[in-house]
Nanobody, 122 residues
Framework: QVQLVESGGGLAQPGGSLRLSCAAS????????MSWYRQVSGEQRELVAA???????NYTGSVKGRFVISRDNAARTVYLQMNSLKPEDTAVYYCYANIRPSYYPTRLYDFWGQGTQVTVSS
């Protein structure tokens, strides 16, 4: 099976920084796009940032210039460096990956991490 395990969430002050990590493991053939989403209780999950296997990135407007997504393909890990944090960044952050499992190499599947809480407060 395939698992995505996130780490790095927690409490930060406004203006501070946090770095999220998400490691993929298990029966992986190849990994396509990887992304970070976030969700506030009672609201829809929204895309924060995405990165292709080739390293192309895109960001939602509210985080442009403050967040940086990157990935280490050899380590099967995606990162989200969050700088200049604001209270409105408070949410549960989810890792997403589009993966071709080794046990079914002709198809791509969507996998999600369990979520990590990020709270920005003084």
């Amino acid at each position: 099976q395939v698992q995505l395990v996130e780490s790095g969430g927690g409490l930060a002050q406004p203006g501070g920084s946090l770095r999220l990590s998400c490691a993929a493991s298990g029966s992986i053939g190849s990994i396509n796009a990887m992304s970070w989403y976030r969700q506030v209780s009672g609201e829809q999950r929204e895309l924060v940032a995405a990165i292709t296997s080739g390293g192309n990135t895109n960001y939602t407007g509210s985080v442009k210039g403050r967040f940086v997504i990157s990935r280490d393909n050899a380590a099967r890990t995606v990162y989200l460096q969050m700088n200049s944090l604001k209270p409105e960044d408070t949410a549960v952050y989810y890792c997403y990956a589009n993966i071709r499992p080794s046990y079914y190499p002709t198809r791509l599947y969507d996998f999600w991490g369990q979520g990590t809480q990020v709270t920005v407060s003084s």
